[in-house]
């Protein structure tokens, strides 16, 4: 357990003042791989009795984490547990609208990761105050591991009641621990929880750092229909706008422009090789058939001495052979990162234990009529970072995407377009997007994400437009 606690001394509580911190994760130098991501882990915890407070240290100890207590503004007296006596325990967990306020804040909680949410049961259920917690903080993309303490009910549904509080958190099973539970079992219990931490978008550097330990750009162009001139042209005012992330594939033919545009703006200085992050795919059928051929093929097309990504474009009968292959490319430094695109949770449950290298990235169809919040929450609990192609809705919807009263009235109220609420949405959703055009002026405005940001009823409402439409058949 690290060496400070978020359960303060009462003349800070009085302030409201918060002593938690942790350090920020240091980056590797452009190009470099850094770390591959470490969870951080915050061991957070109710506790009117003392019991849950010790099972929560054994826990913090184990896992080296950070140890914080959700500290009621009134604390709660003896008489306030008298169950079943009409006692302020019991007027709360009768009321499911009952918020007891927390004791000073607790917004360093975007530090991290992974969230050990502990609490006694009270009738069943977790205290309000856990419902206070929640509802207080953004827990989107983090994991949060429920754990309770009671002397004779199970957890019963007190954990998956939660879920509505937390909806866009990654929610692991409770587990209920007896009172008088010892440090040694709770250590047992914490050695088996897969805490690969989601990956964490950082807004202000305009990054994520992928699971192979490379940044990438969280916002970048999309290249499919872009050809000759065009193309080139269009990759080129991406690069002078500050984008930094070409996708492009083998079955879009235009690999050979994409890498002539890329060339061509470095000798004209405007970018570095290292500064851009280039992806490409590879398809089904012959080129799965014969891997290393095909990927050997992208390179040279491209010919940028390295890939930053590879994609598999979609499932195939070869797709565990191909991407073995890529594998070796890894190792041989041709390529830095491997993923998948189109790949779901049924696909995702089927090909990852047949591989050796956990995929950096799943590049799926998302945007507001289609939004996926089934597959994104499983992907990222992988620690695999999520894409999306076709976020303003792709061809022939576009235009009543962009057209959607919701998104109009929330673009109006930013003074923003309605495209870059969308691309938005998905940044706060940990998505990354990668919109395409040829027009210089909608490539500019669709990299201008960063000077505002929705609030959480402007998310709750572009969530509620999914319509769980598909506008390609991937």
Known sequence: MKPFFCILSAFFLLLGLSVCSAQAAESGDAGQPSSAPKAKILVAYFSATGTTRTLAEYAADFLDAELCEIVPETPYTPADLEYYTGCRADQEQADPAARPAILGDMDHLAQYDV????????????????????????????????????????????????????????????????????????????????LTPSAVFDL????????????????????????????????????????????????????EEIGQAIREAISEGTVRREDVFVTTKIYPGDEMEAPEQSIQSCLDRLGLEYVDLLLLHHPDRNDVRAYLAAEQFVR?????????????????????????????????????????????????????????????????????????????????AHDVSSAQVILRWNLQKSVAVIPGSSNPEHIRENTELYHFSLTEEEMSRINALDRGEKHDWY
């Open 115 to 194: 969230i050990l949410l502990g609490y006694p049961i009270w009738h069943g259920q977790a205290p309000r105050m856990i419902s206070t917690f929640l509802e207080r903080y953004d827990f989107s993309g983090k994991r949060i591991v429920p754990f309770c303490t009671s002397h004779s009910s199970g957890i019963g549904s007190s954990d998956t009641d939660l879920h509505a509080l937390a909806p866009d958190a990654v929610w692991h099973s409770g587990t209920r621990f007896a009172g008088d539970t010892s440090r040694e079992e709770i250590e047992a219990w914490a050695a088996n929880l897969e």
């Open 204 to 255: 202000e550097r305009r990054t994520v750092l992928l699971n192979s330990g490379y940044e990438m750009p969280v916002n970048g162009l999309g290249t499919y229909s872009l050809h000759g001139d065009v193309c080139i042209d269009a990759v080129k005012s991406a690069l002078a706008s500050g984008v930094r992330l070409i996708d492009t594939a083998s079955a879009y033919g235009n690999e």
């Open 332 to 412: 041989d430094g041709k390529i830095r990162s491997l993923g998948l695109s189109n790949w779901y949770v049924e696909e995702l449950e089927t090909f990852l234990p047949q591989v050796t290298v956990t995929p950096a990235l799943v590049q799926n169809e998302i945007h507001p009529y289609y939004q996926e919040n089934d597959e994104i929450p499983y992907i990222q609990s992988l620690g695999i970072v999520v894409q999306g192609w076709y976020p303003l809705g792709g061809r022939g919807h576009t235009e009543e995407l962009l057209n959607d009263p919701v998104i109009l009235e929330i673009a109006a």
